[in-house]
């Protein structure tokens, strides 16, 4: 089921699509002035003998068609700012990948630590003492990366702090 929608918004004609309208939940896409994105709203099981999306859909659909264009035209005024702001934030990438090298080499020598338990070179003990080192140096460097995402976030995009700390991590 697709059932065009139009507005207009601070001048700005705006055109999209229910692509899927459903009891439970609805999906709009828009059309123009951008395309390619989508939004959705759903309503949980224990809810919906009080808020059916069949009845309201329609306004619902309006309403959520205009937060994605807001969205989208927030989001396309800032592409240029965020882009000279990364391209000037190379080293911040470039430690967060050394950060991410070394704790790739720490969990590598997890299972070597393991192998010359379980081979007898080593005792529980030494074991014991040899994964704390490597979990300490692990949490470390995750500690160390964490702190450069938030001060580079605190830097540039205040009060984005809490979303976008671990998309930067990860």
């Known amino acids: 089921m697709e059932k065009l929608i139009s507005m207009t918004i601070n001048g700005q004609s705006v055109s999209g699509k229910i692509t899927d309208l459903s009891r439970a939940?609805?999906?709009?896409e828009i059309t123009a002035p951008f395309s390619g994105y989508s939004a959705h709203r759903y309503v949980p099981t224990f809810a919906r003998a009080s808020r059916n999306f069949l009845e309201i859909g329609v306004q619902v659909?309006?309403?959520?068609?205009?937060?994605?264009?807001?969205d989208l035209l927030l989001l396309d005024g800032k592409r240029q700012s965020l882009k000279a702001m990364l391209h000037g934030s190379e080293g911040i990438f470039s430690k967060l990948a050394e950060y991410k090298a070394v704790q790739a080499e720490l969990s590598a020598k997890k299972p070597k630590l393991k192998q010359q338990f379980r081979a007898g070179l080593l005792d529980q003990k030494q074991y014991q003492q040899s994964l704390k080192r490597i979990r300490d140096q692990d949490f470390q460097h995750s500690m160390l990366a964490r702190e450069l995402v938030d001060q580079f976030i605190e830097q540039h995009l205040?009060?984005?702090?809490?979303?976008?700390?671990?998309?930067m991590i990860s």
């Open 61 to 70: 659909a309006s309403e959520l068609l205009s937060e994605l264009y807001n």
């Open 158 to 167: 205040p009060g984005w702090q809490h979303s976008l700390a671990w998309i």
């Open 25 to 28: 939940g609805l999906s709009v």
